[in-house]
């Protein structure tokens, strides 16, 4: 496989024997993830569960999700969805990239950033009027493509450990 040549990355929807070749990816993601950081250590059931995250995602007309494929072997994925903003905003309508996976030996090929550019294209298309990403603090690679591709800082999320807040007896 070689990528060299953005023409022969396909970008097509996801379909049902998809399932194994994008579950394998995204576990290459989350690996990378919980390898960074323990919060994102996965469930016992975690593989049920993204099967059951991607039929969700793909009955729904307000979700895409699409995979990146090289001569017919999967590459990468994207997980878009369009989700209603708070009515006190200007912007009614929020694109999201859920979910976003190339695999470590395909990266800086470009894939990544054709994957950002349908989703961003779907989700205009279908009503969004803003995109936004989550970011893994500690996902230095993932920052610097994303800042790279025009992403900006926007809010900050924070988690609390709740153990702080226990009582003392």
């Excluded at 399932?19 to 016992?44: C, G, I, K, N, Q």
């Excluded at 209603?84 to 694109?95: D, F, H, L, Q, T």
Aim: proline share 3%.
């Amino acid at each position: 496989m070689k990528a060299d040549d953005p023409a022969t990355v396909v970008l097509r929807n996801v379909r049902d024997g998809d399932y194994e070749a994008m579950r394998s990816l995204w576990r290459e993601l989350m690996d990378l993830h919980v390898e960074l950081d323990p919060r994102f250590t996965l469930s016992d059931n975690a593989d049920q569960r993204f099967f059951n995250y991607l039929e969700t995602a793909r009955s729904r007309d307000d979700y895409r999700v699409r995979l990146a494929v090289i001569e017919n072997e999967p590459v990468g994925f994207a997980i878009s969805c369009v989700l209603p903003n708070s009515p006190v905003y200007r912007a009614r309508w929020i694109g999201y990239i859920n979910d976003l996976c190339v695999t470590s030996t395909m990266r800086k090929r470009g894939i990544g950033e054709m994957l950002v550019r349908d989703a961003v294209d779907w989700l205009r298309g279908n009503g969004a009027e803003t995109v936004e990403v989550y970011v893994a603090r500690y996902n230095l690679g993932a920052q610097r493509f994303w800042r790279r591709i025009g992403g900006r800082e926007y809010l900050e999320r924070l988690s609390l450990d709740l153990s702080r807040f226990d009582e003392e007896t």
